[in-house]
């Protein structure tokens, strides 16, 4: 007897591979399994289990010749995932100026944070003793070596050359999505020490992490009443350190295309291995599946960036995945050569993601969405 099942929750497209792992023996058909049972006179039994999103993703590469493993930059982008309430929380990234906000709070350099650490250092009296654990004090929660610059609303609206009025809304939706923290910046009055505190720090009293004196709270800041500041979280800081923002971007406009982008499974960052030791690893910046279509995607800080031959790469990358190959940039206007290679396949050519894009349905043809 054989039989047929349909309409399984697998997010993957259907393969042999993936069978298997369902269902011992079973065969990969049109949007489903196939099990050939022998009758006889004990109960037919089919047992069956729904792999795991890992078990998937192993089995579809498996089913193309690959092997992968999630890249440094992907489990960054993960990790931010996975502390979101959910995708719709990545809204706050696509308004249009929410990059230039979030460029507002620039990261220092490596050469200028060691300036602000010498400098910290030369400000403490003779009595506090330098040592390692005075360094780790000062170098505490900034992630690989990076400051956070954090600084008020009126300072971020003068370098932007935008009102109060058109960043709240935006800082707001970029605070309650915890890509920005809300604190304030605190002089010791002993030490002379600059110090951020995130809001869950703050009390009335604080001790000071760098001479240890308890001060209280400054209610002002010189004749004003003290403002709050704001930063960037420090892992959307190593997010936009590794160029994720337009990876988050396309992983939110794919969703808004699933019809259940709650059972989508996505991996923002993959190493593929050909299995050849010659062979050159591959990278892919974006893998979703959802229904049993899949999507690769490229993705550009800049569209114009973007050349005829790397493009040519991801689509016979995209074709051995079986996936629907896309290119997504976070600015700018994609190359001529390049569109006119996209319009010859199914691809879907991604430009100016940052601002917000209406939900449609998944289409197969190409496409260049503005």
């Not at 099942?5 to 298997?20: C, E, K, Q, Y």
């Not at 196939?34 to 037919?44: D, F, R, Y």
């Not at 337009?246 to 709650?262: D, F, G, M, Q």
């Amino acid at each position: 007897m054989r039989v047929e099942l349909r309409g399984m929750p697998i997010a993957f497209p259907t393969s042999d591979s993936l069978a298997r792992l369902c269902i011992n023996d079973a065969q990969a058909i049109d949007h489903g399994f196939m099990v050939t049972l022998n009758a006889g006179t004990e109960p037919l039994r089919l047992d069956l289990q729904i792999p795991g999103p890992e078990a998937q993703l192993r089995a579809h590469l498996t089913s193309c010749g690959l092997a992968g493993r999630e890249s440094g930059a992907g489990r960054i982008a993960r990790t931010l995932l996975g502390r979101l309430p959910d995708s719709s929380a990545l809204d706050a990234l696509a308004r249009p100026l929410a990059a230039m906000l979030l460029n507002a709070l620039v990261a220092r350099s490596r050469p200028k944070l060691a300036q602000h650490v010498a400098k910290q250092l030369a400000r403490l009296n003779d009595a506090v003793t330098i040592n390692e654990e005075l360094i780790i004090d000062l170098l505490r929660d900034e992630g690989l070596f990076l400051e956070l610059q954090a600084r008020t609303l009126d300072e971020i609206a003068s370098s932007a050359g935008r009102s109060r009025r058109d960043l709240l809304p935006i800082l707001q939706e970029l605070v309650s999505s915890g890509l920005v923290q809300r604190g304030r910046r605190v002089c010791c009055p002993s030490c002379r020490f600059d110090e951020y505190w995130a809001l869950r720090e703050l009390d009335e009293r604080l001790t000071c992490r760098a001479c240890r004196q308890m001060f209280v709270l400054p209610a002002l800041d010189g004749d004003l009443e003290a403002q709050l500041a704001y930063r960037r979280d420090g892992l959307m800081a190593r997010a936009m350190d590794q160029d994720l923002v337009p990876v988050l971007l396309t992983l939110r406009h794919l969703l808004t295309r699933s019809a259940k982008p709650e059972d989508a499974l996505h991996w923002p960052g993959l190493d593929l291995d050909y299995g050849d030791p010659a062979a050159k690893p591959a990278e892919i910046d974006l893998l979703l599946a959802s229904e049993g279509h899949l999507f690769a995607a490229e993705c550009k800080l800049e569209a114009a960036n973007l050349a005829p031959p790397e493009a040519q790469k991801h689509l016979a990358l995209a074709e051995r995945l079986r996936a629907q190959a896309v290119f997504g940039a976070l600015r700018g206007e994609w190359r001529s050569d390049v569109i006119e290679l996209v319009a010859e396949t199914d691809a879907l050519l991604l430009a100016r993601i940052v601002h917000e894009m209406p939900a449609a349905p998944v289409v197969g043809a190409a496409e260049l969405s503005a």
